[in-house]
């Protein structure tokens, strides 16, 4: 632990520590998010490095509390630290309220720890853009965090390698009308798009929630059906 | 000091009516056998729908109270809403909990309506929160009052009907206990308004 900060401002005005970090989550994994008047969906690419790899043990898409969850696009382990920042989060205010904790707050809570990286001495900031999915007593959400410490609420978002194409293409796609199935069909439409090689149940995560508050990450079995109707 | 809960004196009592809730306590505010004043405030509006009731030692139920009125404000900033009655009455258990070891000395009661439904809750000192169907009492006076409640008490009342309720529950309650009483302040929550009535109760 060093006393002086890592991140520092160029000359330009620019904090070079967070460009760079998005540049890594731009390297990573595209993941999806629509939001839907009744329900929220998360695709993700599951792009394994070798077929040798156990894919079910691979897990994108991690669930924060029953009806918020969240992926992510960059470095793994980054996400995997804050989405148990994020679970202790949750839990430190069910504790002092007993009440289920709206997306905004968590998002907002999550933010102020990954700013924190960019601006406390010796650490660096975190590799990952985070889009979290939930449905809370304000209806459905789906918010953005970026490695800044940034947020924004979005109607449909992607992050990642083509998250440029795939905005283009949401935003042909989208309308406020949409019910979930839609958005499901929507989302993994988008993620086919950009998609290098044959998209299959294993190599894609998908997760889905309702108006009925509970998160769901959909199996595989499920996952063949919806991309089979796409056909 | 024979009891810290017993050098101010002091009795508050909440009850639920009808898509109502009522709350009530004295206005003495003494130390030991000495009264100082007699228009001590005991009862909190903390937001439109949510009372809250001290009793105990005095510094304790204002130092308390500032601290509830403290996160309720800071609460409404930050989340950009009001708190739910139940939320606050989950708040005050942890608040209370939190000071396991060097507790206030306070008995609080919580009283609110949520989507028109009242709210009850009472504590211990240290956080130990009971959700109530009816009535409860705290303070010095709070035995004698019980007895008035469980005579007096109905489910369902008009808000009229609570606040003579409660009213005279508090007066009878206060007159017997030589620590309560000095006046008393009945205040009656409805989806539309809240109501003060200052009583009068037995003058010693």
Redesign the interface.
Same mark, same amino acid.
């Given at each position: 632990m060093t006393d002086f900060a890592l991140t520092t401002f160029s000359s330009k005005g620019k904090l070079l520590q967070i460009e760079y970090a998005l540049n890594a989550v731009a390297k990573g994994d595209t993941a999806i998010g629509i939001k839907a008047k009744n329900g929220v969906v998360l695709v993700v690419e599951k792009k394994q490095s070798s077929i040798l790899v156990e894919e079910s043990s691979v897990q994108k898409v991690a669930l924060l509390t029953d009806n918020i969850a969240a992926t992510y696009a960059g470095l793994g382990p980054d996400f995997r630290v804050l989405a148990q920042q994020a679970r202790k989060l949750v839990k430190k205010y069910d504790?002092?309220? *007993?009440?289920e904790i709206?997306v *905004?707050?968590l998002s907002?809570e999550l933010a102020e720890d990954v700013q924190v990286a960019t601006q406390r001495g010796g650490i660096r900031p975190f590799g990952v853009s985070i889009l979290i999915a939930g449905y809370d007593e304000e209806g459905p959400h789906l918010v953005q965090l970026d490695p800044s410490g940034a947020y924004y609420s979005w109607k449909a978002t992607a992050i990642g390698k083509q998250a440029k194409n795939a905005k283009a293409f949401l935003e042909k796609r989208y309308n406020a009308d949409m019910e979930i199935e839609d958005a499901i069909n929507t989302a993994l439409l988008t993620l086919k798009e950009g998609f290098e090689g044959q998209i299959t149940p294993t190599n894609i995560e998908v997760g889905v929630i309702r108006d009925d508050h509970v998160f769901r990450i959909l199996p595989p079995s499920q996952v063949k059906d919806y991309l089979e109707e796409l056909e | 000091m024979s009891g810290i809960f017993e050098y101010n004196g002091g009795s508050i009592v909440g009850m639920k009516g009808k898509n109502c809730i009522a709350m009530a306590c004295d206005r003495r505010f003494g130390q030991q056998m000495s009264t100082i004043t007699t228009n001590y405030q005991k009862v909190f509006k903390i937001q439109d729908n949510i009372l809250l009731a001290l009793s105990g030692l005095n510094t304790d139920i204002h130092t308390f109270y500032a601290l509830m009125e403290k996160e309720i404000n800071l609460y409404n900033l930050k989340e950009n809403r009001k708190m739910k009655p139940t939320t606050f009455a989950n708040l005050v258990a942890s608040a209370l909990y939190e000071r396991r070891f060097g507790p206030f000395f306070v008995t609080p009661i919580v009283a609110g309506l949520e989507n028109g439904k009242p709210i009850l809750a009472t504590y211990d000192s240290i956080g130990c929160k009971s959700d109530l169907d009816d009535f409860q009492v705290g303070g010095t006076g709070g035995n004698y009052i019980y007895g008035a409640c469980e005579a007096f008490f109905k489910p369902d009342m008009s808000p009229e009907e609570l606040e003579e309720v409660i009213g005279q529950s508090l007066v009878s309650g206060c007159d017997r206990d030589a620590l309560s009483g000095w006046g008393g302040v009945v205040y009656v929550l409805t989806e539309q308004k809240l109501t003060v009535k200052i009583l009068k109760t037995k003058q010693t």
């Amino acid at each position: 632990m060093t006393d002086f900060a890592l991140t520092t401002f160029s000359s330009k005005g620019k904090l070079l520590q967070i460009e760079y970090a998005l540049n890594a989550v731009a390297k990573g994994d595209t993941a999806i998010g629509i939001k839907a008047k009744n329900g929220v969906v998360l695709v993700v690419e599951k792009k394994q490095s070798s077929i040798l790899v156990e894919e079910s043990s691979v897990q994108k898409v991690a669930l924060l509390t029953d009806n918020i969850a969240a992926t992510y696009a960059g470095l793994g382990p980054d996400f995997r630290v804050l989405a148990q920042q994020a679970r202790k989060l949750v839990k430190k205010y069910d504790l002092k309220y *007993q009440e289920e904790i709206f997306v *905004q707050t968590l998002s907002r809570e999550l933010a102020e720890d990954v700013q924190v990286a960019t601006q406390r001495g010796g650490i660096r900031p975190f590799g990952v853009s985070i889009l979290i999915a939930g449905y809370d007593e304000e209806g459905p959400h789906l918010v953005q965090l970026d490695p800044s410490g940034a947020y924004y609420s979005w109607k449909a978002t992607a992050i990642g390698k083509q998250a440029k194409n795939a905005k283009a293409f949401l935003e042909k796609r989208y309308n406020a009308d949409m019910e979930i199935e839609d958005a499901i069909n929507t989302a993994l439409l988008t993620l086919k798009e950009g998609f290098e090689g044959q998209i299959t149940p294993t190599n894609i995560e998908v997760g889905v929630i309702r108006d009925d508050h509970v998160f769901r990450i959909l199996p595989p079995s499920q996952v063949k059906d919806y991309l089979e109707e796409l056909e | 000091m024979s009891g810290i809960f017993e050098y101010n004196g002091g009795s508050i009592v909440g009850m639920k009516g009808k898509n109502c809730i009522a709350m009530a306590c004295d206005r003495r505010f003494g130390q030991q056998m000495s009264t100082i004043t007699t228009n001590y405030q005991k009862v909190f509006k903390i937001q439109d729908n949510i009372l809250l009731a001290l009793s105990g030692l005095n510094t304790d139920i204002h130092t308390f109270y500032a601290l509830m009125e403290k996160e309720i404000n800071l609460y409404n900033l930050k989340e950009n809403r009001k708190m739910k009655p139940t939320t606050f009455a989950n708040l005050v258990a942890s608040a209370l909990y939190e000071r396991r070891f060097g507790p206030f000395f306070v008995t609080p009661i919580v009283a609110g309506l949520e989507n028109g439904k009242p709210i009850l809750a009472t504590y211990d000192s240290i956080g130990c929160k009971s959700d109530l169907d009816d009535f409860q009492v705290g303070g010095t006076g709070g035995n004698y009052i019980y007895g008035a409640c469980e005579a007096f008490f109905k489910p369902d009342m008009s808000p009229e009907e609570l606040e003579e309720v409660i009213g005279q529950s508090l007066v009878s309650g206060c007159d017997r206990d030589a620590l309560s009483g000095w006046g008393g302040v009945v205040y009656v929550l409805t989806e539309q308004k809240l109501t003060v009535k200052i009583l009068k109760t037995k003058q010693t």
